[in-house]
């Protein structure tokens, strides 16, 4: 027989300098990706054959490079130790904006400029041009729309999730989800206080919100945070911390949510009694929160189921998808989530499946648990949503062991 005991170390020797690699590569990105995202378009919709008056490149030039500038040190002052929350609001939409355009100037830039070159539309200078106003055309479009749908009250989205250990009595019971409200810079009190008008429509026995409140400390957006204590549920409001949270004083949130009247399961769980069938509600706190370095905070799942009985279906609160991996080793039934926000803008999705093992929606996971992953209540950052909207979310529970009629 071959002996393999020597060879992992030196399999794990030979991947450690292209992991260091990877990791100094990786430090380098907040630096790297400003400039792609104002110097693509730029140079795509200025210095690809466009030949415009020099006034127009220049001036076209001077707002890219005011971008490049100006977003980094907006975002800074923001969301750095001045948190001036005018300073977030512009670096926040120079970031989205700098997306979309670069997106659609790579989108735009290289197929419709094939299609046209294959059509044989214009000459060269005339195909470009048309290039660049078709960028500036889609991205004011797209800019213009995902402001409104990140601004507006989310639509409702209803889905029957069937639980195959849930017992009949508890057929039918409806589980609102929201999370990510991302209370921040732009006041949104009076759309929170609309979110909950429209979560108290929908007649929840168990409302849920599974993280990322705001962007700062509780006492800074509590005006935005209160309307979260009008939120009626016939029988539990429940609640865990996302990361954000550990961005912005954790233990004042989980203090406030508590206040308002929702139940922090912090590695904990309470039962939902219905038709004499017992639902566990379990949440755990977010996966950043041990390196969070504040007390008692870490994502203990063990510690939430502590204490049920194993033989009872479980709803687990998670704020991050990727927890999903514990929960089905654990026979979790169902683990709701949110973080990704959809993408947000598209098509960030596809770097959120790098982190993440879903994105939006229902997905399943080993032999038995479901992971239902939310695109989120508010927004973070900047104030677009681009094919991804917000959403919320009603879920109604369903059993396989309903009595058939004769």
Not at 95 to 113: A, C, P, Q
Not at 144 to 163: F, H, M
Not at 243 to 256: C, I, M, P, S, T
Request: proline share 6%; net charge neutral.
């Amino acid at each position: 027989m071959t002996d393999t005991s020597n060879a992992r170390p030196a399999d794990s020797e030979a991947q450690a300098p292209r992991q260091s690699r990877l990791h100094r590569l990786m430090r380098y990105i907040p630096l790297i990706a400003p400039v792609l995202l104002w110097a693509v378009p730029c140079w795509v919709l200025l210095y690809t054959g466009q030949y415009w008056p020099l006034p127009v490149t220049l001036v076209g030039t001077a707002l890219s490079v005011l971008g490049l500038v100006g977003m980094p040190l907006a975002m800074g002052r923001g969301h750095g130790r001045r948190q001036q929350d005018r300073a977030a609001i512009v670096g926040d939409t120079l970031l989205g904006t700098s997306w979309v355009l670069f997106t659609w100037s790579v989108l735009i830039g290289v197929f419709l400029r094939l299609a046209l070159t294959v059509a044989g539309v214009g000459e060269s200078q005339e195909r470009a041009r048309i290039v660049t106003w078709a960028v500036l055309g889609v991205t004011a479009v797209l800019l213009a729309w995902g402001y409104a749908e990140a601004r507006r009250v989310p639509r409702v989205r209803r889905l029957d999730v069937q639980l195959p250990r849930l017992g009949a009595g508890l057929d039918g019971t409806r589980v609102v989800l929201i999370t990510d409200t991302h209370y921040g810079p732009l006041d949104r009190a009076r759309w929170s206080a609309r979110v909950c008008e429209t979560v108290n429509a929908l007649e929840a026995d168990l409302v849920c919100h599974t993280g990322d409140i705001a962007d700062g400390t509780a006492e800074r957006r509590r005006a935005q945070a209160v309307p979260l204590g009008t939120v009626r549920a016939t029988r539990a409001r429940v609640y865990v911390t996302g990361n954000h949270e550990y961005y912005g004083e954790a233990q004042g949130w989980v203090d406030l949510m508590d206040e308002l009247g929702w139940e922090p399961l912090r590695n904990r769980h309470l039962l939902l009694e219905r038709g004499g069938d017992t639902l566990v509600v379990a949440g755990v706190d977010d996966v950043t929160a041990e390196s969070s370095g504040l007390a008692g905070h870490r994502a203990h799942l063990a510690g939430a189921l502590d204490g049920a009985d194993p033989d009872l279906p479980v709803l687990l609160l998670a704020h991050q998808p990727k927890f999903i991996d514990r929960a089905a080793a654990a026979g979790i039934d169902l683990q709701l989530s949110g973080h990704t926000h959809g993408g947000q803008i598209w098509p960030f999705h596809h770097l959120v499946r790098i982190d993440q093992p879903a994105v939006a929606g229902l997905s399943h996971h080993g032999p038995r648990t479901l992971l239902y992953t939310s695109r989120g209540t508010g927004f973070w950052g900047p104030p677009f949503r681009v094919f991804a909207p917000s959403e919320i979310t009603l879920l109604v529970l369903r059993s396989p062991h309903l009595p058939t009629s004769m």
